[in-house]
């Protein structure tokens, strides 16, 4: 089964002030160590981002939002149009934790019938680290025309399975800190606790 893996170059950081995909976390850029990640699962790999200039390093396809400026979703839905894979597991550039291992565990628990897999941590839906069928384009489409944003209108939407912790894997090999796969960089106090988990080595281990 094919797929596209794609990647969320991220919007405006209004929180953390500065352009957190190319913060650098252990010495290495956010989004390459996503992207390294991804690259692991697949080699199609699409990165989405209106601002070409700053991520041509990265040496991959890039992609511009169709419909500007509309969060999540609109980066979603550039990607999906773009892609040529019926299957696309999207991924946040603000992520430094995730692993290869952990993506092939969601892609692991797709089913025909669905047409997302969503990961729920610590009772929240992680719907920037899940699978996505191309089939939900049209509602996705739908939704960024009415100018309903967010994401959980859109999940109402469609058919969603949604995946706990104890699903994965990596969850019973190393459930103390299982949950730092999922920890996100929205704000300077989070910078500076991904550079203390990196530091510390909390996440590793799997």
């Known amino acids: 089964m094919e797929w596209t893996m794609l990647l969320l170059a991220g919007g405006k950081s209004s929180r953390m002030g ?5 913060l650098t976390v252990g010495g290495v850029v956010n989004i390459s160590r996503v992207a390294s990640e991804l690259k692991k699962v697949s080699e199609n790999i699409m990165v989405i981002t209106n601002t070409f200039e700053e991520y041509h390093f990265l040496q991959l396809p890039l992609i511009p939002d169709l419909h500007k400026d509309q969060g999540p979703l609109g980066g979603l839905h550039a990607g999906m149009t773009s892609s040529k894979t019926e299957l696309q597991f999207l991924a946040a550039c603000d992520m430094p934790f995730v692993s290869a291992a952990a993506i092939k565990d969601i892609i692991t628990h797709y089913e ?15 719907p920037l680290f899940a699978v996505y069928h191309k089939r939900c384009l049209p509602v996705l489409t739908e939704c960024l025309l009415k100018h309903e944003l967010k994401m959980s209108l859109f999940l109402e939407k ?18 103390e800190h299982f949950h730092y796969l999922f920890f996100n960089m929205n704000t300077r106090e989070d910078y500076q606790e991904a550079d203390y ?8 281990g799997w």
């Open 112 to 126: 025909p019938g669905f047409d997302a897999v969503i990961p729920e941590i610590n009772g929240r839906l992680q």
């Open 158 to 175: 469609i058919s969603v399975k949604i995946m706990k912790e104890t699903d994965f894997t990596l969850y019973h090999e190393n459930p």
């Open 197 to 204: 988990i990196d530091q510390t080595e909390l996440y590793k």
């Open 18 to 22: 500065v352009n957190k995909a190319l």
